[in-house]
Every structure is written in structure tokens, then in C-alpha cells.
């Protein structure tokens, strides 16, 4: 009855796992390998000369095969098909270690669920031990037990977590404190039990191996209840499994061992001293150099400032945490973009951010992008976490409001022509003003505008329109520039030209004055000698007339009488 009952229960739980309570992952493996390793042993049983598939086969080989050959061949055949079903099963576990699967956070409703679905199997264990061994007078469970007190175990172990998750919620922590320090314990609980389940199947594998093995020997063997379940489940009680655990190993009988009786005998209520004194010490905290810190005692901030460096005294946990922060540190938020990482230079035309917002200006009919950041200090770390809910929230809507109002009432080009130290100054002074009327305790620092820009999206256009105005601004200059150039020149020819005509008139001049002044000595020097002057004259003439032409001068007294002369006159 129970074999088909842990079927029925695979079945349900991984209906369940479907809907997406995955965190019953674990259980149902490990019922599965419960209920495989059954119903292997059952199919070695099962396989009988008289069974139907050994009976099949040999009227298949038409009486050729034996049976024990028939049979060998079966079991071997299961072997290696368990083989495969074991590895898988211990590639997805290898995955569920993994993340791959599971959710990080459940909801409350999901978790409520796993709880009572595990609860239910905690009572289906006892019922299942209950069936098998029936003398509840006998420490030592029997091999079938075992299995269903390991289910016991995982079962409480799961309801112990879910349901102190459950309390905590209830108890009104903050979201960040119940995020950080009691969800992940619910949550990382899986992935002991998932170490647990690989070590059980890496068993089954091996034990898979020995069975084959003995069957090639012709051997029968079937599975026995795994070490990795009798270490924790052999007895009734925990500390009689731990024992019969440390006898199997070491081979010594601790019930003759005063030293060990001893020990065992006290051991649980020294670790339970041990605990109860562990439990105290978290009520002793320290706040470490450069930190402040903030009690909450049942979700509830305690006290009326927060604790500064040094020793400290508080409820035990979880009645009582205490969260660490460190005012003195500068923080800064990004107004007006996302910062992308993986940006090291801004270039306004690209995308420099992974997210970008824009303002409205020009009276809402523009938009402009801010690349800014904001630096603040703390200087009082128990109004700024209580005046607000969420004080970094507050003071960036803040600075988005003050942005917009001084951007809204101007323009595009006044904005960017602005002078940004005076935007600055004055911004930083109102948003330090509406801080102090809150009195969130916050100091502004600084204010840096990184950028303020068109946004991406006209990023091309603007780039075009300033480029025609740039080429409009370049094409003026150089009809200036041509226009003087042209000017300068005209100015220069017509001053060369005055120069040139005055030169030639000083020259005319001086000309006529050379030619009167050599008149008038001619005419001193004709009265002189009227003849001589004559002779003069002629001559220059001559001279004049024969510049340009060959001239041959011939003397009488070289020739005799007789002679002739013969000119060549061809050149």
C-alpha cells in the first residue's frame, strides 16, 4: 500500500511544482528516489523463470534462450536503465544547486502552502512508520522505516524555517530587514537538503554498480536502505542513529565505554546550554568606527536617536535587530539618467546612460535632457529614517521638482546659454531649504550638472540645425572677408595709379625744363660761334637719324689714287 501511496504522492507534488510552488522540489526527489529504489528491488523480484516478460522473450527466440540467461539479461537491462534515471536525477539536482528553476522570493500565500503541504507529509511519515513497525517499544527502526523517518526529518526541517518565516512577516519588519535577514533563510534552506540529495544519489549509483557487478557474477542482490538515510534515521531518535552511525564506522560498542556513555549522556543538555548561552550573546552588539545604527524590536524602530560607535545592549535576536548604516558617508543620486557602467566618457549625441529622462521648458512645449547628480551627507541618522519611508526617493522627486520649475518657465536656448554656477547655487540653496522644513537631517553638498542636452532622440537634427548655423555664421565671414579683400585691392590699384600719373608728370616736367635749360645754352653758344653750333646740331641729327642703322666711316687719306672700295651691304 505504501508503494502506490508514494507513487500517488510524486505524482502530487510535482503537479504542485507546476503551479509554481517550487520549493517542494526537494521532498519529491527525494520520495522519487524512495520510490524507485522499491520498485527496483520489486522488478528484481519480479523477474522469475514463470514471469510473464521471461516467458515473452524465450517465445520470441522460439525456445532458444534459456531462462537464466533470459533472466541475466532482464536484470542487467534494469541496471542500466536505473543508471540513467539516476543520473538524470542527479543532473537536475546539479541545476537546482544551481538557481536554475527556483525562485529567489516567494509570496506569503505560496509559502503558507509549502508549509501545510509539508506538513502533511510529516504526518504521512508517522502513519508510514507506524504501518511498517508497529512495536513502537523498539529503538532501532527496520530497514523499511528508515526512509519515511529521513521524510520525517526533511519535513520538520522545512516546517521549522516556513513557519519562522511566517512569524517574522507578521511581526511587521521592514521590507529590507526581511529581505536580508530572515527570506534568504527559508529560501537557502534548499540547497542543504539539495547537497543532501546528491550525496544519496551518487550512493544509489553506486550501489546500481555493485548489483550489476554481482549479477554478472551471477549473484542476486538487491538495494539496501542508504548509509546517507541509516546515519540519520537508523534509530528513533537522532542521537541513537548519530550512535549506531559512529559504531558501524569505527566497529567499537559506545554502550561499554564509560567516557563515551558519559558524553552522550550529557551531551544534550550541554548543547542545549550551549544554544540558550549562543541565543544571549546576540544581544550584545557592537557599532563598529564610522557607523551608526538603528534598533528595530518587532519591526518597530526603538528609541529617539540612533546608536552611535561602541557596545550596545538589545533583546535577543529576533526579537530585536539591529541595521547598520553609515551617515558620514556622501551619497549621491542621479537625477535625470541611469548610469550606464560600462560608460566612461559622456557624449551628449550617443547614449551615455542606460535610461535618460527629459524636463519640459519653454512653458511645456520643449524638452530638454539633465544629466545631474546630487551630493548629500547625513547628519542626523534617526530623522532621516523616520521623517520619510524612503528619504532617497524623497529628496530625488524633490530635486525633479525644483529642476522643473526653474526649467519650465525658459526656453532651450536660455538654458543652455545659462550661467550653471548661479543654476547651482540657487538650486542647491532650495532644495537645503525644503530638507531643513522637512528636517530630514540631510546636509546638500553639491549639485553637479554633468550635462545638459537635447535629447537623444533629435540628437541628429540638432546637430544639423547647428551645423546650417554654424555654415551660415562661416559663409558671412567669407563674403566679409572677400568683400574687404576686394576693397583693399581697388583701393591699392587706384593708389598705384595717382602715384604712377604724378611720377609721370614730375617726369614730364622735369623733361621740359632739361630741354629748355639745353635751348637756351644752344642759343648762348649759337651767338657765340654760329657756325660751330651748326656743325653741332647737324651732327646730333645725323646721330640721331643713323642710331638705328649700320654707319661706315671712310678716311681718304688710307686710299691711293687708283684704288676702289667694295661695301658688302647684304647684312
Known amino acids: 500500500m505504501l508503494f502506490f501511496s508514494n507513487l500517488v504522492i510524486v505524482l502530487l507534488l510535482s503537479v504542485c511544482i507546476f503551479l509554481g510552488y517550487d520549493k517542494l522540489y526537494t521532498i519529491d526527489i527525494f520520495l522519487a528516489v524512495v520510490f524507485l529504489s522499491e520498485f527496483f528491488n520489486i522488478l528484481l523480484e519480479a523477474v522469475t523463470p514463470n514471469s510473464f516478460l521471461v516467458t515473452k522473450l524465450i517465445s520470441i527466440s522460439k525456445n532458444r534462450a534459456k531462462p537464466e540467461g533470459t533472466i541475466k539479461f532482464l536484470k542487467i537491462s534494469y541496471c542500466f536503465i536505473f543508471l540513467a534515471v539516476w543520473l538524470a536525477i542527479i543532473s537536475e539536482v546539479i541545476c537546482l544547486a544551481g538557481g536554475h528553476g527556483l525562485s529567489v522570493y516567494d509570496s506569503l500565500s505560496s509559502k503558507v502552502c509549502c508549509v501545510c503541504i509539508y506538513l502533511v507529509l510529516y504526518f504521512y511519515s508517522v502513519f508510514a512508520i507506524r504501518t511498517l513497525q508497529s512495536d513502537e517499544t523498539e529503538k532501532t527502526l527496520i530497514p523499511e522505516a528508515q526512509p519515511y523517518r529521513m521524510l520525517q526529518y526533511l519535513s520538520l526541517y522545512q516546517i521549522v524555517f516556513g513557519l519562522y518565516y511566517i512569524s517574522v512577516s507578521y511581526m511587521g519588519f521592514s521590507e529590507e530587514i526581511t529581505e536580508k535577514y530572515l527570506l534568504m533563510f527559508f529560501d537557502y534552506t534548499i540547497f542543504f537538503v539539495l547537497g543532501y540529495l546528491f550525496c544519496l544519489l551518487i550512493e544509489r549509483i553506486l550501489d546500481t554498480i555493485r548489483i550489476l557487478t554481482a549479477l554478472l557474477k551471477n549473484k542476486s542482490q538487491k538495494f539496501e536502505v542508504p548509509f546517507f538515510i541509516s546515519l540519520i534515521a537508523a534509530s528513533r531518535s537522532f542521537k541513537g542513529s548519530l550512535i549506531k552511525t559512529i559504531e558501524f564506522i569505527s566497529g567499537v560498542d559506545l554502550s561499554k565505554s564509560e567516557i563515551a556513555g558519559y558524553i552522550l549522556n550529557h551531551i544534550e543538555p550541554v548543547s542545549i546550554i550551549a544554544l540558550i548561552v549562543f541565543w544571549l550573546i546576540s544581544s550584545v552588539v557592537i557599532v563598529p568606527p564610522n557607523q551608526e545604527a538603528i534598533f528595530y524590536r518587532m519591526g518597530k524602530i526603538t528609541g529617539d536617536q540612533s546608536y552611535k ?62 544629466d545631474c547628480q546630487v551630493f548629500f551627507k547625513v547628519n542626523n541618522l534617526y530623522k532621516y529614517i523616520t521623517k520619510v519611508q524612503n528619504p532617497e526617493t524623497y529628496i530625488e522627486s524633490l530635486t525633479y521638482k525644483l529642476l522643473t520649475d526653474h526649467t519650465v518657465s525658459k526656453n532651450f536656448d536660455q538654458i543652455i546659454s545659462q550661467n550653471r554656477n548661479a543654476l547651482i547655487s540657487d538650486l542647491k540653496t532650495k532644495l537645503q531649504t525644503e530638507l531643513n522644513q522637512e528636517d530630514m537631517g540631510v546636509t546638500v553638498v553639491d549639485i553637479v550638472f554633468l550635462a545638459i542636452h537635447p535629447p537623444l532622440e533629435v540628437a541628429s537634427v540638432y546637430e544639423d540645425v547647428i551645423s546650417a548655423q554654424v555654415d551660415k555664421q562661416t559663409t558671412i565671414l567669407k563674403a566679409n572677408s572677400e568683400s574687404i579683400k576686394e576693397l583693399c585691392m581697388k583701393k591699392a590699384f587706384a593708389e598705384e595709379e595717382v602715384n604712377n600719373a604724378k611720377a609721370y608728370a ?53 686710299m691711293r689714287q687708283h684704288d676702289r672700295i667694295m661695301l658688302n651691304l647684304q647684312n
Open 506 to 558: 614730375q617726369e614730364t616736367v622735369a623733361n621740359a625744363i632739361g630741354e629748355a635749360v639745353s635751348f637756351e645754352s644752344r642759343i648762348i653758344g649759337y651767338n657765340t660761334d654760329p657756325d660751330l653750333e651748326e656743325f653741332r646740331l647737324k651732327l646730333d641729327y645725323t646721330l640721331k637719324l643713323a642710331k638705328s642703322k649700320n654707319l661706315y666711316v671712310i678716311d681718304k687719306s688710307f
Open 309 to 370: 560607535p561602541g557596545l550596545h545592549f538589545k533583546l535577543p535576536w529576533p526579537f530585536e535587530k539591529m541595521v547598520l548604516y553609515e551617515p558620514n558617508m556622501v551619497k549621491t543620486l542621479n537625477i535625470g539618467f541611469t548610469p550606464d557602467e560600462t560608460q566612461r566618457n559622456i557624449i551628449w549625441a550617443k547614449a551615455h546612460a542606460k535610461e535618460n529622462f527629459s524636463l519640459l521648458v519653454g512653458n511645456g512645449v520643449e524638452i530638454i535632457a539633465v
